[in-house]
């Protein structure tokens, strides 16, 4: 499945699952406090199959699979039958209302519990959260090839994702954050990155590259792939295969060892010695690397060689047995809520850019890699997607169930219901707002693309 396909469906399952579970989670207390629910529809448009229940329920699948709704009787929309009245929503009293309004989100916080449940017991692969290359801020802390990352912020960090994580919940803050690392020799170290020191104006992502960690498993090995033709390569006689382990005296670990010892060293009129290893034999070479002119116009000295093909692999699994998953499950979805509370907080008061705003073109994107990944993947990507969904529905605007769960709330403290027209205006301010902050994801999703 191409890229544009994959993307597609996968926003389109994600999307499907996660909002007609919200819808759920509405339609089922409605049930339970009494409301009559008139139709329970998963997906949108023209109905593709419609089944009426003995309660007289209709329950539709349509042909656009993104989302689902619950109509309940509702006297604002249409005239209620006296002897419906008692089952009508607005005549529920306003703790019962609340209850409906909240299980939406509700339900969405446990499908983020189940996805993390079921993500741990199928077991996540991950990279051990060991550094490869330490550069930028990174190096400037102290930070060395081969550290372990114990703790971030205090936070415990198990694999490389989780320490991404970590970082990503202090990144906005721009201040220096303490980590401990455990170097190869056991020796344990207490570091401060100075996050301080990253511009205000990059979004997340961006920050996350300033810092400077690279996974080990993300190196690239020192092992020559291609040779072009009539390269200071192919004249010393490096082949495909040869490994390189030194350059200048220098020690070669990685193909961006490559790169900066050759940048470093090489020049006019000077040999650059590469020792590699072929065959279980160590080799050295004289070779004259030469001046070409790079795709942005730079002269730059070359060998005209490229690393061979190499997929990183994963080096440990996250797992629980099914009892343990449990409490890792929901202690994850109390993390994570936090992040994501953390972040539209240092968002809406300017400490965190809006460009971290993603929009679905963003979000298809994430659903078709972690889908490629494998399910514990995806799994982990629903959980995360249906704790956003819950925390956004949350939000005091008018329109989402956060505004009406405002309203409510007024409702309960003055004794009566907010008057319509204030609701009316609300209705409209909750309608700009979202449109606005659509706006804004789709802008964000554009610049990603193509930057």
Request: proline letters at 6%.
């Amino acid at each position: 499945m191409n890229e544009i396909l994959g993307s597609i469906w996968w926003l389109a399952v994600t999307l499907g699952l996660l909002i007609t579970f919200h819808e759920f989670g509405h339609y089922w207390v409605a049930r339970r406090v009494g409301v009559k629910v008139l139709r329970f529809s998963i997906g949108f448009g023209k109905p593709l199959w419609t089944h009426v229940g003995r309660d007289g329920t209709e329950y539709v699948i349509a042909a656009v699979p993104l989302g689902g709704y619950v109509k309940m009787l509702d006297a604002r929309e249409d005239e209620v039958p006296a002897d419906q009245r008692a089952h009508e929503f607005t005549a529920q009293p306003v703790l019962a209302r609340m209850a409906i309004v909240a299980a939406g989100p509700f339900f969405n916080f446990i499908f983020a519990v189940a996805a993390f449940w079921a993500m741990l017991v199928v077991g996540k692969p991950d990279y051990l959260p060991i550094v490869g290359a330490a550069q930028g801020l990174a190096a400037q802390a102290g930070v060395q090839a081969g550290d372990r990352l114990l703790r971030i912020d205090g936070t415990e960090v198990r694999s490389w994702s989780g320490a991404a994580l970590a970082l990503a919940d202090v990144v906005g803050a721009r201040a220096p954050v303490r980590i401990e690392v455990r170097t190869p020799a056991g020796t344990q170290r207490a570091l401060t990155l100075p996050l301080q020191d990253i511009p205000a104006t990059l979004d997340t992502d961006q920050a996350m590259q300033h810092i400077g960690l690279v996974p080990q498993q993300m190196l690239i090995p020192p092992v020559l792939g291609r040779i072009l033709p009539d390269s200071a390569a192919a004249a010393a006689g490096l082949q495909p295969g040869d490994r390189i382990v030194a350059i200048a005296g220098q020690p070669v670990h990685a193909w961006n060892d490559v790169v900066t010892l050759v940048h470093r060293y090489a020049g006019p009129d000077r040999a650059l010695d590469v020792r590699v290893e072929r065959a279980g034999k160590t080799l050295d070479f004289a070779t004259h690397p030469r001046l070409s002119t790079l795709a942005d116009g730079k002269p730059e000295y070359l060998l005209g060689v490229s690393p061979a093909p190499y997929a990183a692999r994963y080096n440990t699994v996250q797992r629980a047995n099914p009892l343990a998953a449990i409490p890792q499950a929901i202690a994850e979805t109390w993390r994570l809520t936090a992040q994501t509370v953390s972040m539209l907080g240092r968002m809406f008061t300017g400490q965190a850019s809006l460009k971290n705003i993603s929009g679905p073109i963003s979000i298809a994107q994430y659903a078709n890699t972690s889908a490629d990944l494998g399910p514990a993947w995806f799994l982990y990507f629903l959980g995360i997607v249906s704790l956003s969904l819950a925390v956004m529905n949350l939000l005091p605007i008018p329109i989402l169930d956060g505004g009406h769960l405002v309203y409510y709330l007024i409702e309960l403290v003055k004794g009566s219901p907010v008057s319509v027209r204030i609701m009316v205006a609300g209705q409209y301010l909750g309608i700009a707002l979202l449109v606005a902050l659509m706006g804004l994801a789709f802008y964000n999703d554009l610049l990603r693309l193509i930057s």
